[in-house]
């Protein structure tokens, strides 16, 4: 008598965490689809539509003005602490925005990650997409301060695109990891939002790095986002904010440091991923 023999098919990507670039080329129409459905479903239910890119910094700008420069006193030296302050928010709001799409990205996307076969790790990568937009618009926003207060940057703005490009891979790291996490612990959908807001109040959006003491300085820019919020200001103000370099090696080397272990660590787990989905 013949017995038949049960045999398993595990649909697996091709490589390993180098052939993350290549997915993406692969599936770039996938991806462009994914993008532009996600920005579409970010607006088209608001009142206000993208106008809600524009409120949010310009209300968060008023209202940390009031609290660290009114009320607590903090000196800005000779930069309108209006402009300081919506000069970290740029890159914070993209990085906000980011870790919070790309986080809940897998299982907004349950049908589709159980239903056919794609690069997993084009479902978190084109929600990080969604905060460029905000970051794109909430850009104009700061031209027109700019022009307000008289604050035109020099030579140094031809660098925000790489401080740009540090603060992508810091939301990739952080968004592969976080997306990977609320698979297996879904848990992590309430803990993102808390972190998110912890770490707002950590990183120098409100103030200055340099109110951070001397001797804590470095330990200060182990938070990514330091250097990319301390590099735009740099890059924006003209100089008038002081780079410090110890600070942006640091967070530039944690940063890829993230991304790499982000990619590691998702690739490792997506296997599972339509099982406990």
């Not at 794109?136 to 031809?158: E, N, T």
């Not at 592969?176 to 879904?186: I, T």
């Not at 200001?233 to 370099?245: D, E, M, S, V």
Request: glycine content about 8%; proline content about 5%.
């Amino acid at each position: 008598m013949l017995k038949s023999q049960k045999k398993e098919y595990v649909i697996s990507p091709e490589g390993g965490t180098d052939s993350f670039w290549g997915d993406l080329w692969r599936y770039r129409e996938l991806f462009t689809f994914l993008t532009w459905r996600d920005i579409l479903a970010r607006y088209k239910q608001t009142t206000i539509g993208i106008a809600w890119c524009l409120v949010r910094p310009l209300v968060t700008m008023v209202a940390f003005t009031l609290v660290f420069s009114r009320l607590a006193g903090l000196s800005s030296g000779d930069i309108p602490y209006p402009i300081l302050v919506f000069a970290a928010l740029l890159p914070w709001q993209f990085f906000s925005a980011a870790i919070s799409e790309s986080s809940n990205s897998l299982i907004n996307n349950s049908q589709l990650v159980t239903k056919v076969y794609l690069p997993r790790l084009i479902v978190p990568a084109s929600s990080i997409v969604v905060g460029l937009v905000d970051f794109l618009v909430s850009f104009g926003l700061y031209v027109v301060l700019m022009l307000f207060y008289r604050s035109i940057p020099d030579w140094r703005i031809l660098t925000l695109p790489l401080f740009l490009l540090m603060g992508i891979a810091a939301s990739l790291g952080v968004g592969f990891w976080l997306s990977a996490l609320v698979v297996k612990y879904r848990d992590f959908r309430h803990i993102v939002p808390f972190l998110v807001q912890v770490f707002l109040y950590v990183s120098p959006v409100g103030f200055r790095s340099e109110v951070v003491p001397g001797g804590w300085r470095l330990f200060y820019s182990m938070n990514p986002m330091v250097g990319v919020i301390d590099g735009f200001r740099w890059a924006l103000l003209g100089g008038k904010t002081p780079l410090y370099l110890p600070g942006i090696c640091l967070s530039l080397v944690l940063t890829l440091l993230v991304l790499w272990s982000g990619l590691r660590y998702f690739r490792r787990t997506e296997q599972i991923f339509a099982d406990v989905i």
